[in-house]
T-cell receptor, first 115, second 113 residues
Framework: AQSVTQLGSHVSVSEGALVLLRCNYS??????LFWYVQYPNQGLQLLLKYTSAATLVKGINGFEAEFKKSETSFHLTKPSAHMSDAAEYFC?????????????FGTGTRLQVTL | NAGVTQTPKFRVLKTGQSMTLLCAQDMNHEYMYWYRQDPGMGLRLIHY???????AKGEVPDGYNVSRLKKQNFLLGLESAAPSQTSVYFC????????????FGPGTRLTVT
């Protein structure tokens, strides 16, 4: 079975500061890893994904994440936060067996961006 | 191209009532999923479908039933609603070639009193 742990349910950063959202995974086989973003009163939108290609993955809106097998981590970063980044972020893991991909989500991290 | 749509957006039910949530996708995706989102618990998979006429249980299936009579639609039913089913429900879909890339609908907020 696979699982993800997101450290910190709330993170607050100043506009222009570095964003770092932490995600650690547990999986018995090489996983596929994802970050989703949820803006208020909306569904989830895929931010970026790792599917065993390059370990540094770039996504939309300037976000990126690095897969570190030795640390079982997939932390999300952005060099400079913008007010529009305020949202809830979910890390997810999947074992893609070629059939329906059942995502296991973390509990989410709410990002607040202050002036 | 509307993507994934869900109806209704909001609903209030009394304990014991029944209802059906409708999910529709126009991307010709083979796979469809129903999740529930509760505070501090992330999203949990209720049921999913790998194709028309097929359904399977997810992590938290009790109290729910689903049907996929048409490829583009996935229905979630609550036969006898309970307060524990108060939640936000999300539908998602994905293609068989990129099964891991799921597209989500805007959600249905359900309150059971």
């Amino acid at each position: 079975a696979q699982s993800v742990t997101q450290l910190g349910s709330h993170v607050s950063v100043s506009e222009g500061a570095l964003v770092l959202l932490r995600c650690n995974y547990s999986s018995s086989v090489p996983p596929y890893l994802f970050w989703y973003v949820q803006y208020p009163n909306q569904g989830l939108q895929l931010l970026l994904k790792y599917t065993s290609a390059a370990t540094l993955v770039k996504g939309i809106n300037g976000f990126e994440a690095e897969f570190k097998k030795s640390e079982t981590s997939f932390h999300l970063t952005k060099p400079s936060a913008h007010m529009s980044d305020a949202a809830e972020y979910f890390c997810a893991v999947s074992l893609n067996t070629g059939t329906a991909s059942k995502l296991t989500f973390g509990t989410g991290t709410r990002l607040q961006v202050t002036l | 191209n509307a993507g994934v749509t869900q109806t209704p957006k909001f609903r209030v039910l009394k304990t014991g009532q029944s209802m059906t949530l409708l999910c529709a996708q126009d991307m010709n995706h083979e796979y469809m999923y129903w999740y529930r989102q509760d505070p501090g618990m992330g999203l949990r998979l209720i049921h999913y479908s790998v194709g028309e006429g097929t359904t399977a249980k997810g992590e938290v299936p009790d109290g729910y039933n689903v049907s996929r009579l048409k490829k583009q639609n996935f229905l979630l039913g609550l036969e006898s609603a309970a307060p524990s089913q108060t939640s936000v429900y999300f539908c998602a879909s994905s293609s068989w070639t990129r099964a891991y890339e799921q597209y989500f609908g805007p959600g249905t907020r359900l309150t059971v009193t």
